[in-house]
């Protein structure tokens, strides 16, 4: 999330522009940008079902790279980002606040070790809901081109990233035309509020009926950023009280 001089809002970033091209609106000529759309993939989940893009139409997604063997950054990772779902909800005061407009993927770096069982041990270790977040594992060739070609981790890791064995600490957050809108470390207390923020902005933003992001929402905008803003701070608390 950034804001400009006057202290406006915005929403996050696009990343890695496709091709430029002119339109035409109003008799104006617009130039516009065609970003870099995320391709498909089919994969197995903790549940042994097959899925792909097409089973998240419309979702935000948090995405992350992990392997259930990793003695370092893994279980941290996966703690946090289970901790940033916990305080993402819908807003109801009553009945089921789980919020199924933001999905969580994390892939197996190490596919042909993390078999479906392995995915499951995983998933019960954290109490991993597989209705708003998969564990994915499968053909270790379309995982890598995921992580390297794709969301580019090389790009955003530099030298960190060894192309044989991806083991990134971003979180990668994808808007729901599979376009990347911002990389997040997965362990530091400041990067998962900024995450935080930026899905509330992006749930904002998939409303295909608003006229103008901030046309006459700007109560929506406050309730939205106080209750974004007391997420962060359950957030902040858990995780520096598990630092100490």
Not at 39 to 46: G, K
Not at 132 to 156: P, R, V
Not at 193 to 211: F, G, H, V, W, Y
């Amino acid at each position: 999330m950034e804001s400009n001089s006057q202290g406006a809002i915005t929403l996050p970033r696009h990343y890695f522009p496709d091709s430029v091209y002119q339109t035409t609106k109003r008799g104006k000529k617009i130039t516009d940008t065609a970003w870099h759309r995320l391709p498909a993939f089919s994969l197995l989940n903790q549940q042994g079902k097959q899925v792909g893009w097409a089973d998240l139409e419309n979702k935000i997604i948090v995405a992350d790279f992990f392997f259930t063997r990793c003695p370092t950054i893994c279980p941290g990772m996966t703690q946090n980002m289970k901790r940033l779902a916990e305080t993402i909800h819908n807003g109801q005061r009553v009945g089921d606040r789980t919020n199924r407009n933001v999905h969580f993927l994390s892939f197996s770096i190490d596919p042909e070790r993390d078999s479906l069982q392995r995915l499951r041990y995983w998933a019960n270790r954290f109490q991993i809901n597989p209705e708003t977040w998969w564990l994915l594992t499968g053909d270790k060739k379309s995982i890598y081109t995921m992580a390297i070609d794709e969301m580019k981790l090389g790009l955003i890791d530099g030298e960190n990233v060894d192309t044989n064995f991806v083991h990134s600490d971003k979180f990668v957050l994808i808007d729901i035309n599979r376009q990347v809108r911002g990389y997040y470390s997965g362990l530091d207390p400041e990067d998962l509020a900024r995450l935080q923020r930026d899905i509330i902005l992006l749930t904002m933003e998939k409303n295909p009926n608003r006229r103008s992001f901030f046309e006459g929402k700007l109560t929506v905008m406050a309730i939205s950023f106080l209750v974004a803003t007391l997420g962060v701070f359950v957030l902040l608390y858990f995780l520096k009280k598990n630092k100490s």
